[in-house]
């Protein structure tokens, strides 16, 4: 089956270590997004990357950062300059620019301890 | 820049009610519109869009919405709730930046089903 898996669900991290988080897609996608979401905020996007070894910051990049070396790929690393990291991060794919739907991945919940 | 405001972070109906979630949405080009549904500690799925062709817009679950330009409203509307309608939702609107495309969403409302 197609789509988009995330990993790991749930993630503990201590102040000031960066974590990894990882976003996989099998859709054959060109377009790849990160959001955190947080309560009564809805989602904000992070990164975002339309092609192979491009990326553009979003809303809120900072304390963040993104690579896309493979088309299916889009990792995402929560640095330690993030100052509130504490969230439920989600990744999206969309086929291209000229269509309309973005498909998520269950997300990854990272929590700060 | 195009923008969703949802009214009432949380709604509440009983089982066999109608379903009313509110959105409007503030856009200077027509807009394209989405409702998303999420259960807990899932990712978001999509309900329905609006790309400008037939202004009420049928989506999966006996979800619905309508289109109307003059009040800049997509309101999703479901007859009868289910227990299982239990979730949030999300409303966005695509947003066009140097032919590349985001969504926006709104803060989302939570939608409470009781027996």
């Known amino acids: 089956d197609g789509g988009i898996t995330q990993s790991p669900k749930y993630l503990f991290r201590k102040e000031g270590q960066n974590v990894t988080l990882s976003c996989e897609q099998n859709l054959n996608h060109d377009a790849m997004y990160w959001y955190r979401q947080d309560p009564g905020q809805g989602l904000r996007l992070i990164y975002y990357?339309?092609?192979?070894?491009?990326?553009q910051k979003g809303d809120i990049a900072e304390g963040y950062s993104v690579s896309r070396e493979k088309k299916e790929s889009f990792p995402l690393t929560v640095t330690s300059a993030q100052k509130n990291p504490t969230a439920f991060y989600l990744c999206?794919?969309?086929?291209?620019?000229?269509?309309?739907?973005?498909?998520f991945g269950p997300g990854t919940r990272l929590t700060v301890l | 820049a195009q923008s969703v405001t949802q009214l009432g972070s949380h709604v509440s109906v009983s089982e066999g009610a109608l379903v009313l979630l509110r959105c409007n949405y503030s856009?200077?080009?027509?807009?394209?519109l989405f409702w998303y549904v999420q259960y807990p500690n899932q990712g978001l799925q999509l309900l329905l869009k609006?790309?400008?062709?037939?202004?009420l817009v049928k989506g999966i679950n006996g979800f619905e919405a309508e289109f109307k330009k003059s009040e800049t409203s997509f309101h999703l509307t479901k007859p009868s709730a289910h227990m299982s309608d239990a979730a949030e939702y999300f409303c966005a609107v695509r947003q066009m930046n140097t032919g590349f495309q985001k969504l926006v969403f709104g803060t989302g409302t939570r939608l409470l089903v009781s027996p």
């Open positions: 609006y790309t400008s062709a037939a202004t």
């Open positions: 999206a794919s969309m086929l291209g620019h000229l269509s309309n739907e973005q498909f």
């Open positions: 856009s200077s080009v027509p807009p394209y």
């Open positions: 990357s339309q092609i192979v070894n491009d990326f």
